[in-house]
């Protein structure tokens, strides 16, 4: 169910503002603290330094829904039982997140909080209207250590053996044992943040924002593109070790190390979120070459 666009009025607005605000306040109160606390914590390491910027397309898409959530708050449609079990669920979960510091129940409650809250204001129609910046907030959650432990080993050991194959073959005198890459007389450990978890997560958050803002004229186009996210990640993310390691073995382990570093980290999302525009354009290029071809009696309309 769309809900139709609305104009907004100013009485309009303050009639909406005077019956939800106790509610907006309420979970504000509960959100605020915790990402000015990721602001100066989590934030600032390697690992989760794309949660900001999936938080703020995030946001951004809130936004752009605006109107439906005015309606939906003058006119509510909402469901008192979904509303209300999501925010208990919410604060269930949000107490015991803040109290053991566990970053992923404390965002995980904020999404159930900001579910609850829609919900009551206009059920599962405004849910559905607003399931992408959800899915966006769920991103930007911060997983567990054991999780990302687990997921950061098994991704370390793909990129080290994709790295090797291919300056072994390209006649580098490299070798590997584990994840650990021996090149000329220097030895380059792939640490978690190189892992390319975090690019996963951005790049996924990214790719999903892009699917959302371009519109498409086949649902196989947008189904593809979704399913080449992860694997151009992953592939970015080889080259950008790749080149972490040609850097160092060139121009020197300080050379690695300092801003080239991070120029190849920017580089390597320019060139997935680039490949992933190419693939879209191909896959237009396909579509109009595919289309059916123009018939006679049409051509003589």
Not at 32 to 59: K, N
Not at 124 to 130: A, D, F, I, S, V
């Amino acid at each position: 169910m769309n809900l139709p666009e609305f104009a907004r009025p100013g009485s309009a607005s303050r009639r909406a503002w005077s019956q939800w605000w106790p509610l907006a306040f309420g979970v504000g109160l509960l959100l605020l603290p915790s990402w000015l606390r990721y602001a100066t914590g989590i934030w600032q390491e390697d690992e989760y330094s794309h949660e900001p910027i999936v938080l703020a397309m995030a946001l951004y898409l809130f936004w752009r829904q605006r109107d439906a959530l005015l309606q939906a708050a003058l006119a509510p449609l909402g469901s008192l039982r979904l509303g209300a079990s999501l925010l208990i669920l919410g604060a269930f979960v949000y107490v015991p997140g803040v109290w053991i510091q566990s970053g992923f129940l404390e965002s995980s409650s904020e999404v159930l909080l900001i579910g609850g809250s829609l919900a009551l204001m206009g059920g599962w129609p405004l849910l559905r209207l607003l399931v992408l910046p959800l899915l966006l907030l769920v991103l930007a959650a911060p997983l567990p250590g054991n999780v990302i432990a687990a997921a950061t080993g098994t991704l370390k050991e793909w990129v080290s053996a994709s790295a090797e194959f291919i300056l072994y073959h390209a006649g580098y005198p490299i070798g590997r044992s584990g994840v650990t890459l021996t090149i000329g007389v220097y030895r380059l450990l792939v640490a978690d943040a190189c892992s390319g978890m975090n690019s996963l997560f951005s790049l996924s958050a990214v790719g999903i924002f892009y699917l959302y803002l371009v519109p498409r004229a086949h649902r196989w186009q947008t189904a593809m593109l979704a399913g080449a996210i992860l694997p151009i990640a992953i592939v970015a993310n080889i080259f950008r070790v790749i080149i972490l390691i040609l850097i160092t073995y060139h121009l020197g382990d300080a050379a690695g190390q300092g801003f080239l570093h991070e120029f190849a980290g920017m580089l390597m999302f320019m060139i997935a979120v680039g490949a992933l525009v190419s693939l879209e354009g191909m896959l237009r290029m396909v579509s109009k070459h595919t289309a059916s071809p123009t018939t006679p009696e049409d051509s003589h309309a």
